[in-house]
């Protein structure tokens, strides 16, 4: 009856706030878990056919300006008007999201994506403020529990069902996700209300230079910088997830014998999802929300007994040994299982980094911390963008891997992948020159060029994150 009673206190504002979250982390996962396969599978696909370094910076830059910019469009929002700033925020991300559906340049896709970035930047700092101010000191706790879980509902049925629409084509996607921010649109003009804002004399610019001013006064705490700098080694790690295991699935793993369990439990579910007998590795990637959404409440319950900055290192470590499992098999199951206990490090590790920001911030300037605290994961956006492009490549790459296999057996093939000569005409020419089925040919380069290596770099920027992050507790935090 208390939490009905707690339920009771939320106004309808906090209502539409949480379904706008809903449906805009719809379309964003929908459309950024099915990005890098669209971005560097074989064009004849429907993809697009570049390499992972052209990958790796379209992704990287614009995914840190989407955590960047906060700084500037928070002010910006908190001047001209909440609701203004969300409706441009979507005519930002619907253009966005056709532009990509239809460039095919690696210049103009590069565009596309850094300005669909840029109206997220004006989205993120706006549904948080508006849970923030639709919330007490009784109701906040429940409200951003509330506010999480939307996030995740959103952040799986929009990859679930892009998992579905690329039986059909990559630019049903898109189409999903332009549809989810029509929806938003109209959320918004009709029943979004604009909160209450204090009156302030001072001018937009003042403003963005405030931000700045208060993004310097934080980092005059250097133990406060030491402990961001230590979080971005996790947020890069934490950020294949998006960046990279998409493509290892959709390369390397058999995932089959998914489809065929589940299509003995569940048909129609298995046959909606799957395409040829297999899951696709958008549907697979998506089970992280998944997994948060049902066990998030129990992890929540285990964690809260120990310290933040305990708690962090503890989820880390677990998450690192899901991310081994994610790239260290072929196995479906295997990879599932690796996810699983990825999402059970995030749910340790994540809420709890926001929690201890918020503990070690002076009371007066709390609002300052946690605005800055989304540097880091600006910075780990786009070092895992790096990590992610021509470094997973060389490791990971099965078409990478291929070239320098046909190179040592001195066969010929055009040097650049073309709309005449795709990535997957090389694939199938080289498995027939070399005797091989593709799946023969898949399997020998596994064995012969261990692509799952990747893991050991992956799992061991994790680990050194939990590493320096017990040096930082016992040494920094811990000295008196």
């Excluded at 239809?102 to 210049?107: H, M, T, V």
Aim: proline fraction near 2%; glycine fraction near 8%.
């Amino acid at each position: 009856m208390a939490l009905v009673a707690v339920l009771k206190n939320y106004n309808k504002s906090f209502w539409t706030s949480n379904t706008i979250e809903l449906f805009e982390r719809w379309a964003w996962y929908g459309f950024y878990l099915a990005f890098p396969i669209f971005l560097v599978s074989s064009s004849e696909t429907g993809a697009l056919g570049f390499s992972n370094g052209e990958k790796g910076a379209i992704m990287g830059t614009g995914s840190a300006l989407l955590y960047f910019l906060p700084v500037i469009t928070g002010a910006i929002a908190d001047k001209v008007g909440y609701k203004k700033i969300l409706l441009l925020a979507f005519a930002i991300y619907a253009s966005g999201f056709y532009m990509i559906n239809i460039f095919n340049s690696y210049a103009l896709v590069y565009f596309a994506f850094v300005w669909t970035c840029v109206g997220g930047a004006f989205f993120k700092p706006i549904i948080s403020a508006m849970i923030a101010k639709t919330t007490n000191d009784e109701t906040a706790s429940i409200g951003f529990g509330i506010f999480y879980m939307m996030i995740n509902i959103g952040g799986f049925i929009g990859p679930f069902i892009a998992g579905a629409l690329l039986k059909l084509s990559y630019e049903y996607v898109f189409y999903m996700a332009i549809a989810a921010i029509g929806v938003n649109v109209l959320i918004t003009m009709f029943f979004f209300k604009e909160p209450g804002r204090e009156k302030d004399d001072s001018n937009l610019f003042q403003n963005i230079i405030q931000a700045f001013k208060n993004i310097w006064i934080t980092l005059q705490n250097w133990k406060f910088v030491l402990f961001l700098v230590i979080m971005i080694l996790f947020w890069t790690a934490f950020n294949q997830l998006y960046y990279s295991f998409g493509i290892f699935v959709d390369q390397w793993v058999d995932t089959s014998l998914v489809y065929n369990g589940l299509h003995a439990v569940w048909p129609w579910l298995a046959e909606t999802i799957g395409d040829n007998g297999t899951i696709s590795a958008v549907s697979m990637t998506s089970m992280d929300s998944f997994f948060i959404i049902v066990f998030q409440l129990m992890v929540s319950a285990f964690v809260m007994r120990f310290r933040p900055l305990a708690a962090m290192m503890g989820g880390i470590l677990v998450l690192s040994g899901g991310l081994g499992l994610m790239f260290a098999t072929q196995s479906g199951w295997l990879i599932l299982l690796g996810v699983l206990i990825f999402a059970l490090g995030e749910m340790g590790s994540s809420p709890k980094f926001t929690e201890y920001v918020g503990k070690i911030a002076p009371a007066d300037k709390k609002a300052l911390y946690m605005g800055t605290s989304f540097l880091p994961i600006a910075a780990a956006h786009k070092l895992a963008g790096w990590l992610s492009g021509d470094f997973y490549e060389g490791i990971s790459d099965k078409y990478f891997l291929l070239q320098k296999e046909v190179a040592k057996r001195g066969l010929n093939f055009p040097a650049d992948f073309s709309e005449e000569f795709t990535k997957n005409d090389f694939f199938s020419q080289a498995a027939e020159k070399m005797n091989m089925s593709q799946v023969e040919l898949t399997n020998f380069l596994w064995k012969s060029y261990h692509p799952s290596n990747i893991w050991i770099v992956f799992s061991g920027i994790a680990v050194s994150a939990v590493v320096f992050l017990w040096l930082y507790d016992r040494f920094v935090i811990g000295k008196k």
